[in-house]
């Protein structure tokens, strides 16, 4: 089992930037991959970043260049930064962890971007 917390959510303005964090119940270093997803109103659940065990990273078109996910191992901890955020990228952030093959996520955290 994961329990994962997430937290670091607010609003910001354009351009601004925010740093999302996600603490997992057990070394980061026995879990297959950690992402974060995200969900806007009237949209479908998004893939925003990854991280493998092997730390190997992808991000999704939208958010690359902008966006760096990353993770501390001595903490438990995997964060997606957020740079010159807009006014899209608002949207509820899932933490999700790959663990035994099974799926394990948290709570969300709603970022929002607005003047």
């Known amino acids: 089992q994961v329990q994962l917390v997430e937290s670091g959510g607010g609003l910001v303005q354009p351009g601004g930037s925010l740093r999302l964090s996600c603490a997992a119940s057990?070394?980061?270093?026995?879990?297959?991959?950690m992402r974060w997803y995200r969900q806007a109103p009237g949209k479908e659940r998004e893939l925003v970043a990854s991280?493998?065990?092997?730390?190997?990273?992808t991000y999704a078109d939208s958010v690359k260049g902008r966006f760096t996910i990353s993770g501390d191992y001595a903490k438990n901890t995997v964060y997606l930064e957020m740079n010159n955020l807009k006014p899209e990228d608002t949207a509820v952030y899932y933490c999700?962890?790959?663990?035994?093959?099974?799926?394990?996520w948290g709570q969300g955290t709603q970022v929002t971007v607005s003047p």
């Open positions: 999700n962890a790959e663990y035994s093959s099974q799926n394990y």
């Open positions: 991280i493998t065990s092997g730390s190997v990273t």
């Open positions: 057990r070394s980061i270093f026995s879990i297959y991959s």
